[in-house]
């Protein structure tokens, strides 16, 4: 069974930067697109970013694009999300989650995601 855990999450004045990380454990994450979600207050979830298994391709909202960052490093275990330029409409709670590349959900379909971790909380303020 796989188990994820989000961290790296705070408090960060706008124009600020985090690193969120996505440890995965009980299996390899080698075999899983893994992707960012989040949901600010009041709001539906939404897809932030996917990163294919070998981290050869990435997708972003059009929200984030050109400011945010999906990275993985397999041989940690770990995916990783580089927020820099944040702005107040970021704040939310980030969750990654993953689907088994038997799956096809190569865009990370929220739908479609097998493994949930239970969220890293962002707010950005002054």
């Known amino acids: 069974q796989l188990q994820l855990v989000e961290s790296g999450g705070g408090l960060v004045q706008p124009g600020g930067s985090l690193r969120l990380s996505c440890a995965a454990s009980?299996?390899?994450?080698?075999?899983?697109?893994v992707g960012w979600f989040r949901q600010a207050p009041g709001k539906e979830r939404e897809g932030v970013s996917c990163?294919?298994?070998?981290?050869?391709?990435?997708n972003y909202a059009d929200s984030v694009k050109g400011r945010f960052t999906i990275s993985r490093d397999n041989a940690k275990n770990t995916v990783y999300l580089q927020m820099n330029s944040l702005k107040s409409e970021d704040t939310a709670i980030y969750y990654c989650?993953?689907?088994?590349?038997?799956?096809?959900?190569?865009?990370?379909?929220?739908?479609?995601?097998?493994?949930w971790g239970k969220g890293t909380l962002v707010t950005v303020s002054s």
């Open positions: 009980g299996v390899t994450l080698n075999y899983y697109m």
């Open positions: 990163i294919s298994t070998s981290g050869g391709r990435a």
């Open positions: 989650a993953a689907a088994h590349l038997r799956s096809q959900n190569w865009d990370c379909a929220d739908h479609g995601m097998d493994y």
